[in-house]
Each structure stands twice: as C-alpha cells, then as structure tokens.
C-alpha cells in the first residue's frame, strides 16, 4: 500500500482525499497556492507545501512545482482529484517518469478516452453505441458546417479536448453555426490550448446517465451502478441522483456491461465514469468517459458501500480487486446537491467573502463534504463550489425529504449561495414526478 500521498488539489475534494489516505494509514502531502495557505485540507494533512501565487496556472496547475513538491517531501503517489491536472497527459508522463504512482489511469488512457473524437473511434470499434456525429475534429469552420449539414440540425459543438461545459454550442439552424463554432473554438483554445472540435447530433431531451467503473491492473472491471445527472445549468451538472429511476433492472445490466466494455477497449485502471444520453424512447449513446473521480461520486458510495476513493488508492498500490460484479448490491436512492457561493438573483454570479455563521445539517442519511468553516475566507479565483450536501434514502421520497430538511438547517452567512435554488427544486412537481431530463433547469426554473 502507498505509504505517503500528495494531495494535488484543494477545496473539498482534498479534505475527501486526505480523510480516505488516513482511513487507510497513509501519510498525507496538502500543496496550497499563497491564498489558500487557512483553506482546511492544508490544517488536516501531515504536511503542506506551498506550490506558488493564487493564480491557478502557476501553482495548482504547475506540473513542475507539483512534482518537485512530491519529490522533496518523498512522496510515493499523487492523487489529482478532479479538475485541475486529473486528466491532464503530460502530468501523468512526468509522474510516470519520476517514479511517482498517479493514483489515476494511465497517460495513454487519459490521452485515447480525453479526446473525445479518438474515444468516439474507439467506441464505435468496440460496439458501443455512440450519438450521429463526425468521426473526426476539425478547427474549420466550413468543414465543421458540412458535418453539421449530413448530421441534421440541432446539433451539439464540443471542443474535442473539453470537458465541464467548456467549448460547447448548441446550434438549431445553420444560419447560427459558424459564429457559434468560433466562440466555442476560441472558449476551448482558452481552455484548454486546443482548437480541434467536433461535431454531434443533438438528442432533445434526453437525460445524462452516467456510470460508475472500477477498474484493477490485473483486467478485473466492474461497474458501480449508474447516476442520473440530468439537472444541469449551462452544461455544468447542479444535483445528482442515483440510481436512475428510469431505467430497468434488466437495462441496468446492459448499460453497464457497454461501460465494462468502453473501459476494457482502451485496457482502462482506476476510478472512471462512463457517460451516455438516454433519450425519451429509451435510446442511449455514449457521449464520453471522465478517466478521473467525479464531484458526484458520494451518491455511489451512498447506495453501494463502496468508498470510491480508498478504492482508486488500493489499485494505485497494486492490489486487486476485493469484490466482484455479483458482489454490487444498490442499495436505496442517494442525493447531492452542489453548494455553490453565488447569487442566484444576479445571474449565479459567484459571491466570494467570509464566512460567518456556519451550522451543518445532521441526522440519518445525511452527509456533507465540504472544506469551509466560520471564519473562512472564500477566494474569487477559483471555482465557486464550497461543498456537497447528501442525501441517503430508502427510494427516492424519502431521499427528497431528507435532503429538503437538511437545506432547510444548513446556515452558511456572509455570503450568498444557491440554498434556496435547491429547495425550489426539491418542491417542484415535475421534479418530484421525475419528469426530468437536461433542458428541465432552463425550462422550469429559469422562468
């Protein structure tokens, strides 16, 4: 087992991560830029460094001041979390050539699945059923419009090197798609230093069902079940849900297989999410797979048992798999909601400051992940995220109710936050039908 880890990260999901190493006896290495130097995983871990100013792009995004900072505090594996340099090629390289253990997939896996054309391929190769789109990305715009024309409108933009909504267009009529193809090609050169896109039939309606694998370095796989990530507000995903109340017992078991399947085509390792599109008539297609942890992994571990993080810890280390497909049991219906510092009558404008008064919600099936306290200053420069609150019920009713009582005793003062947004959400009547898909934010509540 890893006996000493770097947390290259910040916010709650390093506080996740720091908490799952010291379960498993492992000292832990927090890295902090200049502003976060109070922020709670640097309090929590054994030891902290400091990696560089508050400005992401020269601390928690400097592969070189992260490495070093694992060499000098000797250091044997580096968990990157979510975001930040998780799914990032040439910091798996450099991990892999300072004898560093990435507690994450493989470069050549981040490379083949990250790419979203080259996974596309790779899908469609291996049987996986994928959405109409192009089998190539593109920077030109008129080679991108005669795509769009065979595809069919509305179709989707998607940087080929993207992710968290970044680079994304939704376009109806033709007479839109080039200026849209150009703001989405310059959001993902920004973003991501890749102009490439490509181009996929739009589903309307549909919901995003995603799919949780655990993969070892001896060719064991399995799934975890799906989440339903349906609600979304500009491509960014707002609560979660699992399992999919949609789906059959027996539709289950072959989504799932077609994720085993999307993991062993490119002979995948660790924690990863296999993503797909279920359209009203009961269709799904792949979309793409996340070779990282997600921000909504608790809901799995919820209704599973199964703590995702110790798991991607134990494979890092070499061990196999302590469980089989027949082993996964689901378990009740589990519920987050992201806590987001932003003013949801201002647009969702982030809303950073200090925190004040701050009481955290209790009592059965309740849970909260989260690195903020009284006292603690919110910086503008990163994500506006401040932590996860969860829910665990027997079926989904009581999940609802449970969690619609937990915001109602979660007090966060000093700054604003979307509280009251999820509470409109757990009241709605289509939400509580379950008439949900990813356009139900836009429709229902942004009237």
């Known amino acids: 087992m890893l006996k000493k880890i770097l947390v290259a990260n910040r916010g709650e999901i390093a506080v996740r991560i720091i908490r799952a190493c010291k379960e498993l006896g492992a000292e832990t290495v927090a890295v902090y830029s200049e502003i976060d130097k109070d922020s709670l995983h640097v309090h929590l871990a054994d030891e902290a460094i400091c990696i560089g100013p508050t400005i992401s792009s020269k601390s928690y995004l400097n592969i070189s001041n992260i490495i070093s900072a694992a060499k000098i505090t000797k ?4 968990h990157p979390g979510y975001g930040f340099l998780s799914e990032n090629t040439e910091f798996a390289l450099m991990c892999e050539i300072h004898g560093i253990k990435l507690i994450g997939p493989k470069e050549e896996h981040i490379r083949k699945m990250g790419n979203k054309s080259e996974a596309r391929r790779t899908m469609i190769e291996a049987g996986v059923p994928v959405v109409p789109g192009s089998e190539y990305a593109t920077n030109k715009a008129n080679e991108a419009m005669q795509i769009a024309k065979e595809i069919g409108f509305p179709v989707m933009i998607k940087a080929a090197s993207g992710g968290g909504g970044r680079g994304m267009r939704l376009v109806y009529k033709k007479e839109d798609f080039i200026s849209m193809f150009n703001m989405a090609k310059a959001e993902s050169a920004a973003a991501f230093n890749d102009d490439s896109m490509y181009i996929e039939k739009y589903i309307e309606e549909p919901r995003h069902i995603e799919f949780q694998i655990l993969a070892d370095e001896r060719g064991n796989v399995i799934h975890l079940g799906e989440r339903d990530c349906s609600l979304q507000r500009r491509n960014q995903k707002v609560l979660e849900e699992a399992p999919c109340t949609v789906i059959s017992n027996s539709m289950r078991k072959e989504m799932g297989e077609m994720a085993i399947k999307a993991a062993k085509a490119v002979n995948y390792t660790s924690a990863g999410t296999v993503e797909f599109l279920l359209d009203k008539h009961g269709n799904y297609y792949f979309i793409e797979m996340n070779t ?8 799995t571990e919820l209704i599973t048992g199964i703590d995702l993080i110790k798991e991607q810890i134990k494979i890092a280390s070499g061990k196999e798999l302590g469980f089989t497909q027949e082993d996964v049991e689901i378990n009740g219906h589990a519920i987050e909601c992201r806590i987001n510092a932003e003013d949801i009558n201002n647009n969702f404008a982030p809303s950073p400051g200090t925190i004040k008064d701050y009481l955290v919600p209790g009592g059965n099936g ?13 910086p503008s420069t990163y994500d506006s995220m401040i932590g996860k609150l969860i829910a665990w019920g027997r079926n989904r009713q009581e999940a609802i109710c449970r969690l619609q009582r937990a915001l109602d005793e979660l007090i966060i003062t000093g700054i604003k936050t979307n509280i009251d947004f999820h509470s409109e959400i757990l009241n709605n009547k289509k939400f509580l039908e379950n008439q949900i898909n990813t356009s139900f934010i836009n429709k229902e509540m942004m009237k």
């Open 75 to 78: 250091a044997e594996g580096i």
């Open 366 to 378: 309740i849970r909260i992940d989260t690195h903020i306290y009284s006292g603690y200053k919110i």
């Open 292 to 299: 990282r942890i997600q921000v909504e992994h608790p809901i």
